[in-house]
């Protein structure tokens, strides 16, 4: 009889041979995998978002040198590397958001803000 039982891959008690199974383990990496992927989504997600709400500042800046300044390179569309750079630098945000204020208050000292956007190698001509 015990023959017959491993002759049929069982064991001479019957039994399961090896560990036992990891289902739990095995869940709960799984879970966390997917956790983990789930936060890195979020990341990139709010990255890009926070990276267009830069773009749109960055064109209005634009925009409103052109039509208050009367400053003909800001009329031209923005270049690829312009928005690489502008997004990746916190320095020229901050001071592209305080003269866009400036601008929208009215009156502006448009050699004062050409100033001010080299002092953070904004490129202007």
């Known amino acids: 009889m015990v023959t017959e039982n491993v002759a049929q891959g069982g064991t001479e008690a019957g039994g399961h041979i090896g560990t036992a199974p990891h289902g739990k383990r095995n869940g709960l990496l799984a879970i966390g995998a997917l956790g983990a992927a789930a936060l890195i989504g979020l990341f990139y997600w709010q990255s890009a978002k926070s990276d267009t709400a830069a773009a ?4 209005s800046f634009r925009q409103s040198m052109a039509t208050q300044c009367k400053q003909e390179q800001f009329a031209r569309p923005v ?12 320095r020229m945000q901050a001071v592209v958001h305080d003269q866009l204020g400036s ?11 050409i100033k001010s956007l080299k002092s953070v190698d904004f490129p202007v001509e």
């Not at 749109?56 to 064109?59: A, R």
């Not at 270049?79 to 916190?90: E, I, N, Q, T």
């Not at 601008?103 to 803000?113: T, V, W």
């Open 79 to 90: 270049a690829k590397g312009l928005s690489d750079l502008y997004a990746d630098s916190s």
């Open 56 to 59: 749109e500042e960055l064109v």
């Open 103 to 113: 601008l929208k208050r009215g009156q502006p000292d448009c050699e004062q803000i």
